[in-house]
């Protein structure tokens, strides 16, 4: 799949109803800064369909968009931002809960981490959670120009271990170079033909 057309829909600060609801959705997890505004960006070929920025826990909202008039793609709020008070966190973390439990068109997650750290607590307590729902996930382990391709193995070691996941389960990408655009955009054909296939049974 090649994402042709792509269009921010709405912003919501409770998952509820917005306008096209009820395709499939892929929702994109993952800590303050990781670069999931970024990896939407690289998946559309749009520089500013999602907005970037260097402050992390910029996102606060749930962001929703449409990829070729086929699926949605929804940006959850970062997590793990230390300078964010606990009483915001603790609404970002209701707001993710409500969100997985309410969006029955959720079919698949992509989590992210950042290749150059291990994964923190806040990481490896959003795997547990995502195992708990039984939603098919994926790990995207982002920033992977910043790792020389050789020494990408030792990196991946200790996210395998923290997020209980296997290799094949595993995918290095990098908006800036576009390392591994292509499995994830493989991964999502796979995943709404799979859902759009059942729906219509």
Same mark, same amino acid.
């Given at each position: 799949?090649?994402?042709?057309?792509?269009?921010?829909?709405?912003?919501?600060? $409770? @998952?509820?109803?917005?306008?096209?609801?009820?395709?499939?959705?892929?929702?994109?997890?993952?800590?303050?800064?990781?670069?999931?505004?970024?990896?939407?960006?690289?998946?559309?070929?749009?520089?500013?369909?999602?907005?970037?920025?260097?402050?992390?826990?910029?996102?606060?909202?749930?962001?929703?968009?449409?990829?070729?008039?086929?699926?949605?793609?929804? =940006?959850?709020?970062?997590?793990? @931002?230390?300078?964010?008070?606990?009483?915001?966190?603790?609404?970002?973390?209701?707001?993710?809960?409500?969100?997985?439990?309410?969006?029955? $068109?959720?079919? +698949?997650?992509? +989590?992210?981490?950042?290749?150059? +750290?291990?994964?923190?607590?806040?990481?490896?307590?959003?795997?547990?959670?995502?195992?708990?729902?039984?939603?098919?996930?994926?790990?995207?382990?982002?920033?992977? =120009?910043?790792?020389?391709?050789?020494?990408?193995?030792? +990196?991946?070691?200790?996210?395998?271990?923290?997020?209980?996941?296997?290799?094949? $389960?595993?995918?290095?990408?990098?908006?800036?170079?576009?390392?591994?655009? =292509?499995?994830?955009?493989?991964?999502?054909?796979?995943?709404?033909?799979?859902?759009? =296939?059942?729906?219509?049974?």
């Amino acid at each position: 799949m090649e994402i042709k057309t792509a269009a921010f829909i709405t912003s919501l600060a $409770e @998952y509820g109803a917005f306008t096209g609801k009820g395709l499939p959705q892929i929702c994109v997890a993952g800590k303050s800064n990781v670069g999931k505004s970024s990896l939407i960006n690289c998946l559309a070929n749009r520089k500013k369909l999602a907005k970037t920025s260097n402050t992390p826990g910029k996102t606060r909202l749930i962001n929703i968009y449409v990829m070729n008039n086929t699926f949605h793609l929804v =940006d959850l709020p970062g997590y793990g @931002y230390a300078k964010v008070n606990k009483k915001e966190q603790i609404r970002w973390g209701g707001m993710m809960q409500r969100y997985f439990s309410a969006a029955t $068109e959720l079919v +698949h997650v992509l +989590h992210l981490v950042d290749i150059r +750290h291990e994964p923190t607590l806040e990481d490896k307590e959003m795997s547990l959670f995502l195992r708990k729902t039984g939603v098919p996930r994926t790990v995207i382990v982002t920033k992977a =120009d910043k790792i020389s391709r050789a020494a990408r193995s030792k +990196h991946l070691l200790p996210i395998l271990r923290a997020m209980e996941v296997q290799p094949w $389960e595993v995918i290095p990408f990098s908006s800036e170079d576009g390392t591994g655009r =292509d499995k994830v955009l493989s991964l999502i054909t796979s995943v709404i033909y799979q859902a759009t =296939d059942l729906n219509a049974e």
